[in-house]
């Protein structure tokens, strides 16, 4: 099925590890996003790519490194894993980065860091 | 500075009755209003938008929502409510020219049988 698809759903790393997690969308779209949400928080943007080639900070981008690979694949990586990173990260993609187009998210990928 | 508020953390309706999740936004120009739902262990699933014309948007499952201009408001209804609508409902505005969503906390709406 289409969709945006998200690599692993579940991971459990030590402090200081480093990992990344993976996603890519096959609905063409040029924009992705990179999202955390935490309990009471809502979603909170940590980094976008509002078209190939292009990578933009959001709201909570410390702590984090992001790659758009190419037009599918948009990867978030943690260099020193922290407590505080413990989250679940969505990835979304949308066709544009224009005001009346929504997101396609995928389907989490739950952090424990411990 | 853009901004969304839900300030329900949580709404319990019977099934068959009507059901409103509230939401509030604060924008600088024209706002683009969203609704999305989670379900457990689930990414956010798109219900329905407002960017222009009629005040009230229809949307997936039977869910509506007003847009109310002076009230700076956009809250998501139904009429009658069911069981699987139990879930996360987040309201997201996009403003003009800004290429980020800002969503709400979310909203858990509970329906009991």
């Known amino acids: 099925n289409a969709g945006v698809t998200q690599t692993p759903k579940f991971q459990v790393l030590k402090t200081g590890q480093s990992m990344t997690l993976q996603c890519a969308q096959d609905?063409?779209?040029?924009?992705m996003y990179w999202y955390r949400q935490d309990p009471g928080m809502g979603l909170r943007l940590i980094y976008y790519?509002?078209?190939?080639?292009?990578?933009d900070k959001g709201e909570v981008p410390n702590g984090y490194n992001v790659s758009r690979l190419n037009k599918r694949e948009f990867s978030l990586r943690l260099e020193s894993a922290a407590p505080s990173q413990t989250s679940v990260y969505f990835c979304?993609?949308?066709?544009?980065?224009?005001?009346?187009?929504?997101?396609?998210f995928g389907s989490g990928t739950r952090l424990t860091v411990v | 500075a853009q901004s969304v508020a839900q300030p329900e953390d949580q709404v319990n309706v019977a099934e068959g009755n009507p059901l409103t999740v509230k939401c509030t936004y604060s924008?600088?120009?024209?706002?683009?209003l969203f609704w999305y739902v989670q379900y457990p262990n689930r990414g956010l699933q798109f219900l329905l938008k407002?960017?222009?014309?009629?005040?009230l948007v229809k949307g997936s499952y039977g869910f509506e929502a007003e847009f109310n201009k002076s009230q700076t408001s956009f809250h998501l209804k139904k009429p009658s409510a069911l069981v699987s609508d139990s879930a996360l409902y987040f309201c997201?505005?996009?403003?003009?020219?800004?290429?980020?969503?800002?969503f709400g906390s979310g909203t858990k709406l509970n329906v009991k049988p």
């Open positions: 609905m063409n779209h040029n924009s």
């Open positions: 790519s509002a078209s190939e080639g292009t990578t």
């Open positions: 979304a993609s949308s066709e544009e980065a224009r005001e009346g187009y929504g997101y396609t």
């Open positions: 407002y960017i222009t014309g009629d005040n």
């Open positions: 924008v600088s120009g024209n706002p683009y």
């Open positions: 997201a505005v996009r403003d003009w020219g800004i290429n980020k969503f800002y």
